[in-house]
Antibody, heavy 114, light 111 residues
Framework: EVQLAQSGGGLVQPGGSLRLSCAASRFNFNNFWMNWVRQSPGKGLVWVSRISHDGKVTDYADSVEGRFSISRDNTENTLYLQMNSLRVEDTAVYYC???????WGRGTLVIVSS | DIVMTQSPLSLPVTPGEPASISCRSSQSLLYSDGNNYLDWFLQKPGQPPQLLIYLASNRASGVPDRFSGSGSGTNFTLKITRVEAEDVGVYYCMQGLQTWTFGQGTKVEIK
């Protein structure tokens, strides 16, 4: 079964950093663009970032531009989201998803609080 | 950014009855390849979104045929012919023409 296994969430203080991981299995990871989407508690879905299949092209939502960095390791079939200068409003469940949106990770919770 | 607007935001349904959700985009989602880059998802509590419909009218793998999508340009509709209890949750439309944007979500619950 095609799968995206997420890890790396947790509790962090404002101004802190976290790195999320998303490990792909049973599909040709290095052929696909990948996305990060987040969902604040009780709210809707918001796109965060995307990366091209080769890692050369990246895009970010305005709300995270300059603070978050998306990357990938195609030898390890893993997608990353480095989150720096975290704010209370970054608190959310973060999902990774394929470019066709047909495969999603189960999500990882990030809580930014003092 | 393309803004997606769903209606209604809340939809009480009776099992066995039909249901319909509307989604409008602020720009046309019809690309030069002839495809409308509009997807529909269902999110159940505690779960990631599940793709139901892609490119406006194509059912994703394993999705029951009671779900159908239609529309083109800026106006789209998701229809359920006969609602079942397992269909409750929040439905989202999403445009994939540019970096993704989602509608606000429509909460479907049993009356």
């Amino acid at each position: 079964e095609v799968q995206l296994a997420q890890s790396g969430g947790g509790l962090v203080q404002p101004g802190g950093s976290l790195r999320l991981s998303c490990a792909a299995s049973r599909f040709n990871f290095n052929n696909f663009w990948m996305n990060w989407v987040r969902q604040s508690p009780g709210k809707g879905l918001v796109w965060v970032s995307r990366i091209s299949h080769d890692g050369k092209v990246t895009d970010y939502a305005d709300s995270v531009e300059g603070r978050f960095s998306i990357s990938r390791d195609n030898t390890e079939n893993t997608l990353y989201l480095q989150m720096n200068s975290l704010r209370v409003e970054d608190t959310a469940v973060y999902y990774c998803a394929t470019e066709s949106a047909d495969v999603w990770g189960r999500g990882t919770l990030v809580i930014v609080s003092s | 950014d393309i803004v997606m607007t769903q209606s209604p935001l809340s939809l009480p349904v009776t099992p066995g009855e039909p249901a319909s959700i509307s989604c409008r985009s602020s720009q046309s989602l019809l690309y030069s390849d002839g495809n409308n880059y509009l997807d529909w998802f269902l999110q159940k509590p505690g779960q990631p979104p599940q793709l139901l419909i892609y490119l406006a009218s194509n059912r994703a793998s394993g999705v029951p045929d009671r779900f159908s999508g239609s529309g083109s340009g800026t106006n789209f509709t998701l229809k359920i012919t006969r609602v079942e209890a397992e269909d409750v949750g929040v439905y989202y439309c999403m445009q994939g023409l540019q970096t993704w944007t989602f509608g606000q979500g429509t909460k479907v619950e049993i009356k």
